[in-house]
C-alpha cells in the first residue's frame, strides 16, 4: 500500500497508518511502541466525558501522557453534547492535539445509555456533539461503523453528516453494529463513504496482516488503514506496512514496555496490563496454556520478568 503524511487541521500525520484506540490496552507505553513502530497516529483507550466531568481518578488515568508523545489524540466516548463540548475544551484535556469521538462501540451497556454506535441512530444529536467539540479549536475525528445491522447500512450517510457537522477526518469500522467484532468487513461501505466526503477516511475492521492491509486499501479507496488487536499480537504491523525497519524482537519489546510502564504507574497496572500484552503477543507459541498460568500467578515485577524470559527466550 502507498504510504503517505496525512493533514489533518495544522498536524501533518507522518504515516497513514493509524492504531485503533482499545480499552484496556491503549495506554500511554502502547502507543509509543506503536509510534516507533511507524504508526501516524494513535489514540488513547475510550475516555468517557461524564466520567471526566466528576473527576473519576481512574478515568483520569486513561489521559496519562508525557512530552515524549508528540502527536496525541484523545478518544472521547458521550451521549450528550453539552458534556462533550465542556470536557473537549477543558483544562484536563489541554494536552491533547485531537480529539476523537466515538460513535461505534457495540457493547451493550454502551449501546443503551445512548452513546457509542447508539448515537448512529440519532443523527441530530451526534451532529451536535461534533459542532461542539470542534468549539474546542481542535482537529476532530469521527470514529463510527456501517450501521446497527447488516440488513440496514447507512455509511456513507452518516459519513456526510460528520463532515458538514466539521469532522475533520473519519475512519470507519467496516462491521455493524450487530456483528460487533467478527466477519468480513464491508469493504463496499468504507468504499461508498469515501466516494462521499472529501475529508480523509480511514478504514478499520479485520486488518491481521500486511496483506489484509493491502485489500483494505484496494478494494476502499481509503486514505489509509487502522489495526486492532492483531497490533497487539504483533506490533511490527506498523513497520512492515510503512517500511521502518525494526529488527527489535518480542522479548526486547515486552522488556522495554515493562520498563516504560514501571516507571510511570503503579506495579498494580504494570502486571495486568503486562500480563495481557504478553498473552497477545506470545499468541502462536507452544505451551501457551501453560505459561499464561505462569503470568497471571506472577505477583511482582520480578517475578513477572522471569515469566517473561521463560515465554520469549525459550
Excluded at 461524564?50 to 489524540?73: C, G, P, Q, S, V
Excluded at 462501540?105 to 461534533?130: Q, W, Y
Aim: a positive charge; proline letters at 4%; glycine letters at 8%.
Amino acid at each position: 500500500m502507498e504510504i503517505r503524511k496525512i493533514r489533518l487541521g495544522s498536524l501533518l500525520l507522518p504515516s497513514n497508518v493509524f492504531m485503533a484506540p482499545l480499552a484496556g490496552y491503549t495506554c500511554y507505553p502502547f502507543r509509543m511502541l506503536a509510534y516507533e513502530m511507524g504508526a501516524g497516529l494513535c489514540f488513547t483507550e475510550m475516555v468517557s466525558a461524564n466520567a471526566l466531568k466528576y473527576k473519576d481518578r481512574a478515568t483520569k488515568k486513561l489521559l496519562f501522557t508525557t512530552k515524549e508523545e508528540k502527536i496525541r489524540a484523545v478518544q472521547l466516548l458521550g451521549g450528550i453534547p453539552a458534556v462533550m463540548e465542556q470536557m473537549a475544551a477543558g483544562e484536563l484535556l489541554k494536552d491533547f492535539d485531537i480529539i476523537d469521538i466515538n460513535m461505534g462501540c457495540p457493547v451493550p451497556n454502551v449501546f443503551k445509555s445512548g452513546e457509542g454506535s447508539a448515537l448512529m441512530l440519532d443523527p441530530k444529536r451526534a451532529s451536535a456533539i461534533i459542532r461542539g467539540c470542534k468549539k474546542s479549536g481542535k482537529p476532530v475525528s469521527v470514529k463510527f461503523r456501517t450501521g446497527i445491522r447488516e440488513d440496514a447500512m447507512f455509511t456513507a450517510e452518516f459519513a456526510r453528516m460528520c463532515e458538514a457537522s466539521g469532522a475533520d477526518l473519519i475512519s470507519i469500522h467496516g462491521r455493524s453494529r450487530s456483528m460487533m467484532y467478527d466477519g468480513e468487513p464491508y469493504y463496499e461501505e468504507i468504499e461508498q463513504a469515501k466516494a462521499a466526503v472529501s475529508i480523509p477516511v480511514i478504514a478499520n475492521g479485520g486488518i491481521c496482516s500486511v496483506e489484509d492491509a493491502e485489500r483494505m486499501m484496494d478494494r476502499t479507496g481509503a486514505d489509509g488503514v487502522m489495526p486492532a488487536r492483531y497490533a497487539l499480537e504483533h506490533p511490527w504491523i506498523f513497520s512492515e506496512l510503512t517500511g521502518r525497519p525494526c529488527e527489535k524482537t518480542a522479548f526486547q519489546i515486552v522488556t522495554e514496555q515493562l520498563a516504560l510502564t514501571s516507571r510511570y504507574y503503579d506495579e498494580t497496572f504494570t502486571l495486568t496490563y503486562m500480563r495481557k500484552l504478553a498473552s497477545y503477543m506470545m499468541k502462536k507459541r507452544k505451551g501457551t496454556k501453560r505459561y499464561k498460568e505462569y503470568l497471571y500467578k506472577s505477583g511482582s515485577l520480578e517475578e513477572l520478568q522471569e515469566v517473561l524470559e521463560r515465554i520469549f527466550l525459550s
